[in-house]
C-alpha cells in the first residue's frame, strides 16, 4: 500500500484503484482530509492502468461530514467544492464505499462519485440542520435529484440517518455488499461498471426527479404548515426548505450559488454558533475527569425498580427497549397491573405509529416481571428506587435494599432532590449507592442527571454513564444538593415568575415572554399541566399563596379545565379574567400596588437567577462544567438548543451585562439576586463561562 499523504492510502488491483481515507475518529473533512482526497484520486485518476477508483475510509466509518472543529478557525487548504469537482469530472468511475455513517459532507463526497455501495449496518444523511446549517457542498440540490423533493425536505430538516436498506431502495445506494466484505464488493462493483461499460453518471444532470415538484409550490407551503411548530424559533430548517425549492426551480449552478449563499449566512450567524457549541458540549458531558475511560465498570444484566408509577414505569421501559430483563416490584396488585398495563399501553402506541412493530411490543413485555416481593430483586445488578420524595421512606426502602440486594449490586435513588448522601447513610455500602434522576416522561425524555454521592465509587459512576449511553440518554454528572443542577436553577425561575404576577404581570405575560424566548412552555401553563395540587391537601390548605388559593376554587389546572388559565374543550389555555382577579385582590391583601412589568425586565428577571445559580453551582463543584449545565437544561427542560444553553446564553448576552443587572436588582428587590462569587470574580478577571 503506498501513502499519498499522512490520511490517504492508494493501491492498485488489477486496474482497480483503492483510496483509503484515514483519519480517527470519524474521518471528518478536515483540511488534511480534504487534501488527501484530491491527491488520492487525483493520483489514480492520472495513472493509465488505473480504470475505476473506489472511495473506502479506515476506521469506524465512512466520512461523517465537515470537520465541525475547523468551523471557527480561519480557512485556508482546498475546499471541499474544489475536492468534489475534482471526482465529478473525472474521465473514469469512481465509487464511494460506504461503512459506518455517511453523514454531511461525507455524502455530499459520495454524492458527486458516480456510483455507492454500502455494507447493510451503514447510515446516510444530512445531519447539518442540527448543528444551524444546511448541506452547503451540494447536498441541498444533489440529494432531490436521487430522491425526489418531497423526501429530501424531510432528510434534510429533520437531519435523520437513513438506513442503507432504504438508501438502496430510493436509489441513494447503488448496491449492498456482504457487511463484512466492503472492499472486494466495491472492488467487484467497480470492474462491473467498467466491463459493461456503464456511463459517468452525474447527480446534477439527473433532473427527472425535481421537475416532477416543478409548479407544485403547494408541496412546500403543506411542509411549511405541517412542521410550523417543530420549526418554531429555528432559522436552518427555513433555508433547508428553500435549498430544495431552489433545486426544484433553479438549473443546478444557480441552485448551487443560492445554497452557498444560504449556508454562509447560518454559519456567520449565531443560531449556528450555538448549536455547534452545544454538538460539543454534549460530547464533553461523558468525560469525568477522575473517572478515566479504563475504569473497571460493573456488567449490569438484570434491573429491578420498585415504584411502577408513571415514573417507575418510563424509567422500565428505557432498559426494556435496551434489551435489558426489569424486575419490577410495587407494594399492591392493583397497582402493579395498572403499572404493567401502562408500559403496554405506551408500547402498543408506539406500534400503532409504526414506530416498533407488535412484534417489538411482545418481545419487551416478555422482558417485564412484576412483582410484589422485594426479595425478588435479590440477584439484580442494578436497583433503581423510585418510590414517593420523603426522606424517611427512602431510607427504610435503602435499609432493606442493603440487607436484600446481592453484595456488588448498584442501589440507586431516582429523587429529584433529596439528599442522596443521606439517603447512602441508611446502608452498609454506600460507595455503591448513586443517584440516576431521570425526567418524566422518563421513556421520552433525553437527560439523565447521575448523582454522585460523596462516597460513590469510581466503578459505580464508570457503569452508570456506561449505562446512560447504553440506553440512549444524555447524560451528566452532578453532585449533591437539594434540586441537584437542572432543578436547583429552575427554582429561581419559578420563583421569579412567581414575584412577577405579584407585582403586575400576568401569568400569560410571563408565560408568553419564556415562550418567545424559545422555552416550549411558560412556568404557569406548565404548573397547570402538572396540576397545581400536587402535593396539596384541602385538610391542610392554608390559602396563604395563589396556587393554594385557585386549588381550593377546584382550579387545579387543565385536568379541572381551570388552573392558572381557562380551557376549553380541547385544552386550548385562555387568559382567565377571573384568576386576574385574585391576583389583584391577593396582591391588594399584600399591600403591593400593581405596575407595569416590562417585556425585558420579566425575561431578565426569570432568566439571569439562573445563569447567578449556574455560576453558584460551578463554584460548589455540583457541576463539572458550564457545558455540563446546559446539556442539562437542553435535554431537561427545553431550552432553545440554538441558544446554546443558559450558560451559553450569559457568556453571548456578556457576562458584565448580567452582572450589572443582577445588582440592580439587590438593589430593588433585595437577596434573590445576590451575584455569585465567581460571576463577580470572573466579571474582574474579564472571563465567560467558556474560558473555565
Ligand atoms: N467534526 C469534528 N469532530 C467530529 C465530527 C465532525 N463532523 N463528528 C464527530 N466528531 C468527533 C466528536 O466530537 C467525538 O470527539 P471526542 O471523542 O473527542 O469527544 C468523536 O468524533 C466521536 O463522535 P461521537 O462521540 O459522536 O461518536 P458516535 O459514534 O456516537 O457518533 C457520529 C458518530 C454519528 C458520526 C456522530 O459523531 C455525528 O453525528 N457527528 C456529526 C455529523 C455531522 O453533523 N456532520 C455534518 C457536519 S457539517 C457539514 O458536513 C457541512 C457540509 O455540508 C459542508
Redesign the pocket.
Known amino acids: 500500500m503506498a501513502a499519498i499523504n499522512p490520511v490517504t492510502d492508494l493501491v492498485i488491483e488489477d486496474g482497480i484503484a483503492v483510496v483509503t481515507l484515514n483519519s480517527p475518529?470519524?474521518n471528518?473533512?478536515?483540511v488534511a482530509v480534504r487534501d488527501g482526497i484530491y491527491q488520492g484520486i487525483g493520483e489514480a485518476l492520472d495513472n493509465d492502468a488505473v480504470q475505476a477508483v473506489v472511495l473506502i475510509c479506515a476506521g469506524?466509518?465512512f466520512i461523517?461530514?465537515?470537520?465541525?472543529?475547523?468551523?471557527d478557525k480561519p480557512r485556508s487548504g482546498l475546499t471541499?467544492p474544489q475536492v468534489q469537482q475534482r471526482i465529478e469530472d473525472a474521465g473514469k468511475p469512481v465509487i464511494a464505499a460506504i461503512h459506518?455513517?455517511a453523514?454531511?459532507?461525507?455524502l455530499?463526497v459520495a454524492l458527486v462519485c458516480h456510483y455507492r455501495v454500502a455494507v447493510p449496518s451503514a447510515?446516510c444523511?444530512?445531519?447539518?440542520v442540527?448543528?444551524g446549517?444546511?448541506?452547503?457542498?451540494g447536498?441541498t440540490q444533489r440529494l432531490p435529484r436521487i430522491v425526489g423533493a418531497e423526501k429530501a425536505l424531510e432528510m434534510v430538516t429533520s437531519?435523520m440517518?437513513v438506513r442503507a436498506k432504504d438508501a438502496l431502495a430510493m436509489g441513494l445506494v447503488d448496491e449492498l455488499t456482504p457487511e463484512d466484505g466492503l472492499r472486494a464488493g466495491a472492488i467487484a462493483f467497480a470492474r462491473k461498471v467498467v466491463a459493461e461499460g456503464r456511463p459517468l453518471r452525474k447527480v446534477r444532470d439527473m433532473n427527472e426527479k425535481v421537475e416532477a415538484a416543478r409548479g407544485r409550490p403547494e408541496l412546500f407551503a403543506e411542509f411549511r404548515r405541517g412542521n410550523a411548530r417543530k420549526f418554531r424559533g429555528f432559522q436552518a430548517p427555513e433555508a433547508n426548505i428553500r435549498c430544495i425549492e431552489a433545486a426544484v426551480n433553479m438549473p443546478f449552478d444557480e441552485g448551487l450559488a443560492f445554497e452557498h449563499k444560504l449556508?454562509e449566512e447560518l454559519m456567520a450567524g449565531t443560531q449556528s454558533a450555538a448549536q455547534r457549541y452545544y454538538?460539543?458540549a454534549s460530547?464533553?458531558a461523558?468525560?469525568v475527569p477522575d473517572v478515566p475511560a479504563d475504569t473497571p465498570t460493573i456488567p449490569v444484566n438484570t434491573v429491578g425498580i420498585i415504584g411502577a408509577g408513571t415514573m417507575g414505569g418510563g424509567i422500565a421501559m428505557n432498559f426494556l427497549n435496551a434489551g435489558i430483563p426489569v424486575t419490577i416490584v410495587e407494594t399492591k396488585q392493583e397497582a402493579l397491573d395498572r403499572g404493567l398495563a401502562t408500559i403496554r399501553r405506551n408500547y402498543e402506541n408506539t406500534a400503532s405509529k409504526g414506530r416498533i412493530s407488535m412484534d417489538d411490543v411482545e418481545k419487551r413485555m416478555a422482558q417485564l416481571k412484576g412483582s410484589l416481593a422485594l426479595d425478588d430483586l435479590a440477584q439484580c445488578d442494578l436497583v433503581i428506587e423510585a418510590i414517593f420524595e420523603n426522606m424517611d421512606v427512602k431510607k427504610e426502602m435503602f435499609g432493606k435494599l442493603d440487607r436484600i440486594v446481592r453484595q456488588g449490586a448498584i442501589l440507586a435513588s431516582n429523587t429529584s432532590a433529596l439528599d442522596l448522601n443521606e439517603i447512602a447513610s441508611a446502608t452498609s455500602r454506600p460507595q455503591d449507592v448513586i443517584g440516576l434522576h431521570f425526567f418524566s416522561p422518563a421513556n421520552v425524555m433525553k437527560l439523565l442527571e447521575v448523582v454522585r454521592g460523596e462516597k460513590t465509587s469510581k466503578p459505580v459512576i464508570a457503569t452508570c454513564m456506561q449505562l446512560a449511553?447504553r440506553i440512549g440518554k444524555v447524560a451528566a454528572l452532578v453532585g449533591v444538593c437539594p434540586g441537584f443542577v437542572g432543578n436547583r436553577i429552575l427554582a429561581q425561575r419559578q420563583r421569579e415568575a412567581g414575584k412577577l404576577v405579584l407585582e403586575g404581570a400576568m401569568p400569560w405575560d410571563v408565560d408568553r415572554v419564556l415562550v418567545d424566548f424559545g422555552l416550549p412552555m411558560g412556568p404557569f401553563a406548565m404548573s397547570d399541566l402538572a396540576g397545581l395540587d400536587l402535593g396539596w391537601r384541602r385538610e391542610n390548605s392554608t390559602g396563604s399563596t395563589l396556587r393554594e388559593i385557585l386549588c381550593e376554587m377546584d382550579r387545579r389546572g387543565q385536568k379541572t379545565g381551570a388552573g392558572f388559565y381557562d380551557y376549553d374543550d380541547k385544552r386550548q389555555a385562555r387568559p382567565s379574567p377571573v384568576v386576574e382577579n385574585i391576583i389583584r385582590d391577593f396582591a391588594a391583601s399584600k399591600g403591593i400596588t400593581p405596575r407595569v412589568v416590562s417585556e425585558q425586565e420579566i425575561l431578565e428577571r426569570c432568566i439571569y437567577p439562573m445563569i447567578n445559580e449556574g455560576a453558584r453551582i460551578l463554584e460548589e463543584g455540583i457541576a463539572i462544567r458550564a457545558s455540563d449545565i446546559d446539556v442539562v437544561w437542553v435535554n431537561g427542560y427545553g431550552w432553545p438548543v440554538y441558544r446554546g444553553g443558559p450558560m451559553r446564553y450569559g457568556d453571548s448576552v456578556g457576562l458584565d451585562k448580567v452582572l450589572a443587572k443582577m445588582q440592580d436588582f439587590e438593589a430593588r428587590f433585595g437577596d434573590d439576586f445576590k451575584p455569585a462569587k465567581l460571576l463577580v470574580d470572573m466579571v474582574a478577571q474579564r472571563k465567560s463561562f467558556k474560558d473555565l
Open positions: 475518529p470519524v471528518a473533512l478536515s469506524k466509518t461523517a461530514g465537515a470537520d465541525i472543529a475547523e468551523f471541499l459506518g455513517t453523514l454531511g459532507g461525507g455530499e447510515k444523511g444530512l445531519p447539518e442540527n448543528i446549517l444546511l448541506p452547503g457542498a447536498g437531519g440517518h449556508f454538538f460539543f460530547r464533553k461523558w468525560n449511553r
